[in-house]
């Protein structure tokens, strides 16, 4: 049963696998017993099909929370335009309303015992109006789990996005370190260690790199990874998760 409400995923840039890992902490809670709900707010850079517009990271995420649709409350915002979001909706004609969002959020709430929410690259990515990802996270009052990438210019991006975090009022569970090579160079070797020392939060994981194109495969096998590390019972404890 879980003790908190739900998590927010952010990243300290776009790219550093926040979906995957996302997905992989869904399933990884799902196999623990966790009735665990997903939500992708705001998608931009949508797949159009059947001329539908078709968010790729919400159906991943909901895929490892074992959910079999998704629905409006899971996806609330659909764009067409891989841009930032508050321009991607501009062209859609559309405005992100936090109302909306939040309503979805509660639904979602009471179906489940645990939501994982993943945001839209970082913490400072605006959603609408001078409105950005961190203020969402506070509006939902949510903690948030940082996703870090391991190599070179790490250290600086993490350090700014907590700080950032922690200057807006926002309670940072936690760093993950995604996509960790089996054979890491000297910069992705002192990566977690410096991270660990200079950053305002725990780290909770340390994700390897999973060597496969099929991105089901990928989060299967992630999840499978960290269930089997230390370092999870401390991410579930500090989310407030018991199994």
């Not at 501009?90 to 992100?96: K, P, V, Y």
Request: aromatic share 4%; proline share 5%; glycine share 8%.
């Amino acid at each position: 049963m879980a003790k908190a409400k739900g998590i927010f995923i952010t990243g300290t840039d776009t790219g550093v696998g926040k979906t995957i890992a996302a997905a992989a902490l869904a399933r990884l809670l799902k196999t623990s017993g966790i009735n665990v709900g997903v939500m992708k707010p705001v998608t931009s850079g949508c797949r159009v099909s059947a001329d539908k517009l078709i968010s790729d990271d919400a159906e991943l995420l909901a895929w490892g929370a074992g959910i079999s649709e998704v629905t409006s409350d899971i996806a609330p915002y659909l764009l067409r335009e891989p841009l930032a979001p508050s321009e991607a909706a501009l062209r859609d004609g559309t405005r992100i309303d936090f109302t909306t969002i939040i309503d979805a959020f509660n639904r979602l709430e009471q179906q489940h015992d645990f939501v994982i929410v993943e945001g839209a690259g970082g913490l400072m990515v605006p959603l609408a109006g001078g409105l950005l990802v961190a203020d969402l996270i506070t509006h939902l009052n949510l903690p948030a789990l940082v996703v870090t990438r391991p190599n070179l210019g790490t250290i600086n991006h993490t350090l700014l996005t907590t700080f950032a975090a922690k200057q807006m009022g926002i309670n940072v569970a936690g760093i993950i370190i995604n996509n960790f090579p089996a054979d890491p160079d000297d910069a992705e070797s002192y990566a977690p260690h410096m991270l660990g020392s200079l950053a305002s939060a725990p780290i909770l994981g340390v994700f390897p790199k999973i060597e496969a194109t099929d991105l089901h495969l990928v989060v299967e096998q992630l999840a499978e990874a960290i269930a089997a590390h230390p370092l999870t019972r401390f991410l579930k404890e500090e989310l407030g998760i018991d199994s």
